[in-house]
């Protein structure tokens, strides 16, 4: 089995009560049937707390609901988990053991990755100055047979995927912006979106974080006025912001593309990429406007001096719009879904 992931995959550290934003609220937790027999089975007072706040939903699934607070009922006042502290980290769920790591796995070949909706991981993602680097590691493993012909096609797919991070991390010349744009021309069937039209498709997705109203609104209140303020907001930005826009793209391609393997369709994938880079480019001119809430992250929870300035536009602005962004819309299969297909 080959595993391939970015570099921040190996320096991660989950910062746990001293988290920002932890991702042990605002999300029901799902219980695999492994953990869902373990807790079943697990005995005395914190056997019957657990099986006290189980829940099965209408499709038979079972997960923990949130408490009227939004947290997830085993989440302490400290910020940290009772389950884990009571019976050790293999008795997570795991969602919980897994997160923030997302595994996509394609017969002898799995691609991990690493999901901006953790700030932790925004923090290290953003804060290196180098490209962002793919690792791989191999082990005797067998994955999940495929045929010859889909092990042809999937290397096809990670083969021009590779290119195409190649090009947006290597081009000698050009802004990210512009290598993206040269690199969506080879997607002639790809036709053009307004931000008007984007922001429709953004209307319609599944609310997941309540702070998204918070964005939404006042965004689709000033468009015009985003939209005059672009040219400024790129001409006056540190070239960080340049660099950030690049570690972006990267992320998107190298997360997205394999799911070619089971839609057979580049088009809806390069679409909802697409999209998710605009409208955060929306989000990023909207909160240099002041048009958005600040985010209280000061990005030195865990040593990392906030140094990074393009106008009121911070590296810390931007580990909290791409964490809001991925939270409100990768944490939901119906919302990425809804974004890949054509709207009109
Ligand atoms: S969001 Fe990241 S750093 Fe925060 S608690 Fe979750 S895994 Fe840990």
């Known amino acids: 089995m080959k595993y391939e992931y970015p570099s921040v995959y190996e320096t991660f550290r989950c910062i746990g009560g001293a988290c920002p934003d932890t991702c042990c609220a605002g999300w029901e937790v799902d219980i695999d049937p492994d953990t869902y027999d373990y807790y079943m089975e697990t005995e005395g007072e914190f056997g019957r707390r657990l099986r006290s706040h189980m829940t099965e939903d209408e499709d038979g699934d079972i997960f923990f609901p949130l408490t009227p607070e939004g947290r997830c009922p085993f989440l302490n006042r400290q910020d940290l988990c009772d389950i884990f502290s009571e019976l050790g980290e293999e008795s997570l769920c795991r969602v919980c053991t897994e997160y ?20 932790e991981v925004g923090r290290l993602f953003f804060s290196d100055p180098e490209p962002v680097r793919y690792l791989t590691q191999e082990d005797i493993m067998d994955g999940d047979p495929i045929s010859a012909e889909e092990t042809a096609r999937r290397d096809d797919i990670l083969e021009r995927r590779n ?35 984007l922001l429709t498709a953004m209307d319609q997705l599944e609310l997941i974080d309540e702070r998204w109203n918070d964005i939404m609104i006042p965004i689709r209140a000033n468009l015009t006025a985003i939209q005059r303020q672009e040219p400024a907001f790129l001409d006056h930005a540190d070239p960080e912001f340049d660099r950030w826009t690049g570690k972006l793209i990267s992320y998107f391609l190298f997360r997205y593309c394999l799911n070619v393997f089971s839609s ?18 929306l989000m990023c001119i909207a909160r240099a406007a002041g048009l958005l809430p600040r985010s209280s992250y000061d990005g030195r929870l865990s040593g990392q001096e906030e140094k990074n300035h393009c106008n009121s536009f911070t590296q810390n602005d931007m580990i909290d719009i791409a964490h809001l962004y991925s939270k409100q819309v990768e944490h939901s299969d119906g919302n990425v879904e809804l974004l890949r297909k054509f709207i009109k």
């Open 100 to 119: 923030p790591r997302y595994y996509l796995p394609v017969g002898d070949y799995e691609q991990i990755d690493m999901s901006l909706s953790c700030m």
């Open 163 to 197: 290119e195409m991070l190649s090009f947006m991390q290597e081009a000698a010349s050009g802004t990210a912006d512009e290598r993206f744009e040269a690199l969506l021309s080879r997607f002639p069937e790809l036709s053009p979106e307004s931000d008007e039209e």
């Open 264 to 281: 057979g369709n580049w088009e809806n994938e390069m679409r909802f990429i697409r999209r998710s880079l605009r409208f955060i480019r």
